[in-house]
């Protein structure tokens, strides 16, 4: 089946510790995204990338770090830089032209303790 | 920078009744696209419907309609014959410009009441 998944579903950190967040798809798309969802503030873009080896930083991206090696995958790094990382965190992929809609991934919970 | 606003975190609706919801955005760009999602409690993100700028014409998907103001810059939805499944998190997302930066609204929470 053609989808976009996100691993590990819940993660626990010890504070200071870098972590890695997994977003692969297999639906050939060119766009992905990295989005960090806490209450009461919607999504805000961290990080998005429109082509493998290219990616823009987003309205928060300090603290965090990504890669795009591959067209299927966008993994993310939260560093120990990262204030407050507890949060949810949503990937999402979108393949050519403007109106096409995004794809999310189940989503990641990291709990920073 | 486009910037989305939803003035209502929460809103509820009597099972079968009309809810309208409000979005409005910012942007200097003339060709653009808005789209709602819908986040249940599952979490998983789902399109409900999507607007082209450039297209007068409201967009329609079954129970689910929007008006489009471009010129207010207002793209509001509005589910007709609420059903307890339309229970969830609804965001707004505007997309624009070369960079195709995808912005969200900070949602509103929707509740269907039996």
């Known amino acids: 089946d053609g989808g976009i998944t996100q691993s590990p579903k819940y993660l626990f950190r010890k504070e200071g510790q870098n972590v890695t967040l997994s977003c692969e798809q297999n639906?050939?798309?060119?766009?992905m995204y990295w989005y960090r969802q806490d209450p009461g503030q919607g999504l805000r873009l961290i990080y998005y990338?429109?082509?493998?080896?290219?990616?823009q930083k987003g309205d928060i991206a300090e603290g965090y770090s990504v890669s795009r090696e591959k067209k299927e995958s966008f993994p993310l790094t939260v560093t120990s830089a990262q204030k407050n990382p507890t949060a949810f965190y949503l990937c999402?992929?979108?393949?050519?032209?403007?109106?096409?809609?995004?794809?999310f991934g189940q989503g990641t919970r990291l709990t920073v303790v | 920078a486009q910037t989305v606003t939803q003035s209502q975190p929460e809103m509820s609706v009597q099972e079968a009744e009309t809810v309208t919801l409000s979005c409005t955005y910012d942007?200097?760009?003339?060709?653009?696209?808005l789209f709602w999602y819908k986040q249940p409690p599952s979490r998983q993100m789902i399109l409900v419907i999507r607007?082209?700028?450039?297209?007068?014409q409201n967009a329609t998907e079954n129970r689910f309609s929007v008006n489009f103001q471009k010129a207010a810059k207002s793209f509001s939805l509005k589910i007709s014959d609420s059903q307890l499944g339309d229970t969830a998190m609804y965001f707004c997302?505007?997309?624009?410009?070369?960079?195709?930066?995808?912005?969200f609204g900070s949602g509103t929470q929707l509740t269907v009441l039996p």
């Open positions: 942007t200097s760009e003339s060709n653009y696209y």
């Open positions: 639906l050939n798309h060119d766009a």
């Open positions: 999402a992929s979108r393949g050519r032209g403007a109106s096409t809609e995004a794809f």
């Open positions: 990338s429109q082509i493998v080896n290219d990616f």
């Open positions: 997302a505007f997309m624009g410009g070369s960079a195709r930066q995808l912005t």
């Open positions: 607007q082209e700028a450039y297209k007068q």
